[in-house]
T-cell receptor, first 114, second 114 residues
Framework: NAGVMQNPRHLVRRRGQEARLRCSPMKGHSHVYWYRQLPEEGLKFMVYLQKENIIDESGMPKERFSAEFPKEGPSILRIQQVVRGDSAAYFC????????????FGEGSRLTVL | AQSVTQPDIHITVSEGASLELRCNYSYGATPYLFWYVQSPGQGLQLLLKYFSGDTLVQGIKGFEAEFKRSQSSFNLRKPSVHWSDAAEYFCAVDTSSNTGKLIFGQGTTLQVKP
């Protein structure tokens, strides 16, 4: 059973470009979470999605950031017009339908904004 | 506001020595509590969790943690550290009824001396 798959693992963008980060949850998992880890900090919750629904986006910046988890395909975190402060590791996690409270994390996507 | 504090940013112990990593949380009720470990360049792996019941919980890799309500603490312990335990350790709480929306501490980096 493959784990949570994130791609790309590393992404370099120039200021003003768009970044798209993808996450395929573990098989059978219908809950997806995105967290951001800034340098020297712990992870910060961004958004919680189920298929075709955003359940909680209280941690998402109000502008430039969006997330989706379509009926088919991976979850996508999209950052428009990136700025240097967006440089971070973005982690996706998933959990099964019968939520045990345990999150299964991917290896992260590391975004560098030049 | 809910918060998690890990007072020690870096800890160095000798291989074979005992280990205790501290974690304190701020929350009115009893939260769901977790310890995760992150190896360099990797995602997070769950070590153990506490929901209710016995306040001493056993996890993987020989780790255990004790929930102390009076101290709002959930310290992680291991009787004998191995070199492979060198990593970053994160304490986290879920205050929203086990939904996976976690609040993480800043992390403690463990170095193991031979």
């Amino acid at each position: 059973n493959a784990g949570v798959m994130q791609n790309p693992r590393h992404l370099v963008r120039r200021r003003g470009q768009e970044a798209r980060l993808r996450c395929s949850p573990m098989k059978g998992h219908s809950h997806v979470y995105w967290y951001r880890q800034l340098p020297e900090e712990g992870l910060k919750f961004m958004v919680y999605l189920q298929k075709e629904n955003i359940i909680d986006e209280s941690g998402m910046p109000k502008e430039r950031f969006s997330a989706e988890f379509p009926k088919e395909g991976p979850s996508i975190l999209r950052i428009q017009q990136v700025v240097r402060g967006d440089s971070a590791a973005y982690f996706c996690a998933s959990s099964p339908l019968s939520n045990t409270g345990e999150l299964f994390f991917g290896e992260g996507s590391r975004l560098t904004v030049l | 506001a809910q918060s998690v504090t890990q007072p020690d940013i870096h800890i160095t112990v000798s291989e074979g020595a005992s280990l205790e990593l501290r974690c304190n949380y701020s929350y009115g009720a009893t939260p769901y509590l977790f310890w995760y470990v992150q190896s360099p360049g990797q995602g997070l792996q769950l070590l153990l969790k506490y929901f209710s019941g016995d306040t001493l919980v056993q996890g993987i890799k020989g780790f255990e943690a004790e929930f102390k309500r009076s101290q709002s603490s959930f310290n992680l312990r291991k009787p004998s550290v191995h070199w492979s335990d060198a990593a970053e350790y994160f304490c986290a709480v879920d205050t929203s009824s086990n939904t996976g929306k976690l609040i993480f501490g800043q992390g403690t980096t463990l170095q193991v001396k031979p």
